[in-house]
């Protein structure tokens, strides 16, 4: 077995024993023990009762954190004309038609959010083998397919969050920087367990939220009360 290092030992030893508790002494001890040469990012998983494979089980969506990743989000749209003028004008990092969609073709992909206009479905449907794997795949259920361009722009550069469950029943997310407040950082903590629970499939039988993890991008995790982080 590998050694470990004072750091991760001292983590460890720190989080010991400690489980299921509310949201702020979770954040207070994942934001205490973060120490990594670099701001790292709050994580969160959640272990759901679903199984995707079923289309009615299938769980997504997207939530506006209450004070954003921390994140710089790099912005694609597909878009012609007037639209594509009001994504460049929003911050949009790419704005092209099929001159993206070679670019995407060719291996490069520069960006973090992909948004088009309904039109250009049919261009962006041909890189659903590309874009798909990566959860990048504009969808209307999430508001990345919208004549909407500013608004969709303007959320996706100002912090929120597109999530979908993954073939083991569990969702990850980054929720923050480490170098936030702890308020900041449990008000979206809340907010995202909050999106998922309203997010809850038809399907779902039984236990639907089975656990809440949270994390540093390089610390140990530590599980949250699940009545503390629904407020129930």
């Known amino acids: 077995?590998?050694?470990?290092?004072?750091?991760?030992?001292?983590a460890r030893e720190a989080f010991a024993g400690k489980?299921?508790?509310?949201?702020?002494?979770a954040v207070a001890l994942v934001k205490a023990n973060a120490k990594a040469k670099f701001d790292e990012t709050l994580e969160i998983a959640l272990n759901l009762g679903v199984d995707p494979r079923h289309?009615?089980?299938?769980?997504?969506?997207?939530?506006?954190?209450?004070?954003?990743?921390?994140?710089?989000?790099r912005v694609a749209v597909f878009a012609r004309g007037p639209k594509a003028d009001e994504a460049k004008a929003a911050g949009a990092d790419i704005v092209g038609a099929e001159d993206?969609?070679?670019?995407?073709?060719?291996?490069?992909?520069?960006?973090?959010?992909?948004?088009?206009?309904?039109?250009?479905?049919?261009i962006v449907g041909r890189l659903g083998k590309i874009l798909g794997p990566r959860?990048?795949?504009?969808?209307?259920?999430?508001?990345?397919?919208?004549?909407?361009?500013?608004?969709?722009?303007?959320a996706a550069k100002g912090g929120e969050v597109q999530f979908k469950v993954e073939k083991a029943g569990v969702i990850h997310g980054g929720i923050g920087k480490i170098s936030f407040t702890e308020e900041q950082l449990a008000q979206n903590?809340?907010?995202?367990?909050?999106?998922?629970?309203?997010?809850?499939?038809?399907g779902a039988k039984g236990n639907y939220m089975k656990k809440v993890s949270i994390s540093s991008t390089m610390g140990p995790g530590v599980?949250?009360?699940?009545?503390?982080?629904?407020?129930?």
């Open 1 to 10: 077995m590998a050694k470990l290092g004072k750091r991760t030992k001292a």
């Open 19 to 25: 489980e299921l508790i509310s949201v702020e002494d």
């Open 55 to 73: 289309a009615d089980q299938m769980v997504r969506g997207v939530v506006s954190l209450p004070n954003g990743t921390g994140k710089t989000v």
């Open 100 to 122: 993206l969609m070679e670019t995407i073709q060719s291996g490069k992909i520069e960006f973090d959010r992909c948004i088009a206009t309904p039109d250009m479905m049919p």
């Open 135 to 154: 959860n990048l795949m504009p969808n209307p259920k999430v508001g990345t397919v919208t004549m909407d361009v500013k608004a969709a722009v303007e």
């Open 189 to 202: 903590v809340r907010a995202f367990v909050e999106a998922v629970a309203k997010a809850k499939p038809a």
């Open 223 to 232: 599980s949250v009360d699940l009545a503390s982080a629904t407020g129930n």
